[in-house]
């Protein structure tokens, strides 16, 4: 029996004045509770009790341990159990990371539909672009593009998939020759996302066969609204998140190219991270089932 478990049993002699009542109590053996409370003795070098074949009554090192004693089992239960309420009730702080550009759009009534209905979730919301790792990090979730996740441990459900579009300025489009074809691409500029976030290079479906079309570049950035901005200047073409540059396509700003090609990998994903399945807190698995449910995405989570 171990140290806590002794103590435990110690509370119980004392409370009911009695080894035999104690080990009904605790559904022990006398003999059990006779060594648990001879191994603590010899722990304390002390006595504990005085034993007689009609009553059991404590020593006076026994009175000063029991009021000691109590005190800590009872801080010991009382977090016990705070710790399965919160397994049961979503609570505490959730920490969040987030990528900036593909979610600042959905995540404020995300996140305050969940506040809603989970008022004892305080939220910490990180939005960054760089690659994270939740557990040295300190994240519970997040709602990330795949090359920001450096762990292959991490268990990761599809959210959406954002389509890409390639777009450029009529500015630009003026000062040189429209591309048509996707081999046109060769001779112009672009501004494109970091190398390090994603290749440059673009590939379409041409009849049968896939070409590749590397990107001619002089500016790049790991965020693609900051993108879509230098294409409005002048800058190049841009391929973008549709999302980012609908308002801009609408009113005639930006225009999109080579409609009629389809692009290899021509969408981007989002996808929910987590660190394990196993003993998920509640608010974990509430917030998990909230963002699969608002994303409209039942995916099996999988690795990586």
Do not use: W
């Not at 435990?8 to 104690?22: T, Y």
């Not at 005085?50 to 010991?76: K, M, N, P, W």
């Not at 709602?143 to 450029?168: A, F, G, N």
């Amino acid at each position: 029996m171990d140290y806590l478990e002794s103590l435990k049993v110690f509370r119980c002699v004392v409370e009911a004045r009695s080894f035999s009542r104690a080990a009904d109590m605790l559904g022990l053996t006398p003999p059990v509770v006779s060594r648990a409370i001879g191994s603590l003795e010899q722990r304390l070098s002390s006595r504990l009790f005085h034993r007689t074949t009609r009553q059991v009554s404590l020593t006076e090192a026994a009175e000063r341990f029991y009021e000691g004693c109590s005190r800590i089992l009872d801080d010991l239960e009382l977090l016990e159990e705070h710790a399965l309420a919160q397994a049961r009730e979503p609570s505490g702080v959730l920490r969040l990371v987030a990528h900036t550009t593909a979610t600042v759009n959905r995540l404020v009534p995300l996140i305050s539909a969940f506040k809603r209905r989970y008022s004892k979730v305080s939220l910490d919301v990180t939005l960054t672009e760089r690659p994270v790792d939740l557990v040295a990090d300190g994240y519970d979730l997040g709602i990330v593009l795949p090359y920001m996740l450096t762990s292959d441990t991490t268990v990761t459900r599809l959210l959406d998939r954002i389509p890409l579009v390639v777009v450029s300025s009529p500015q630009y489009l003026a000062s040189t020759t429209p591309p048509t074809v996707p081999q046109d691409l060769l001779e112009h500029s672009f501004v494109t996302m970091s190398p390090s976030i994603r290749k440059p290079s673009l590939s379409f479906v041409v009849g049968d066969e896939q070409l590749n079309i590397p990107m001619k570049f002089d500016m790049s950035s790991n965020n693609a609204e900051f993108n879509r901005e230098l294409v409005l200047e002048g800058f190049g073409i841009g391929v973008v998140p549709a999302a980012v540059v609908e308002a801009e396509l609408t009113s005639g700003r930006l225009i999109r190219l080579l409609e009629d090609f389809q692009l290899v990998e021509g969408a981007i994903e989002i996808r929910l991270a987590y660190n394990t399945r196993a003993l998920m807190p509640a608010k974990v698995k509430a917030f998990i089932d909230h963002v699969a449910s608002s994303y409209g995405n039942g995916g099996t989570p999988k690795p990586g």
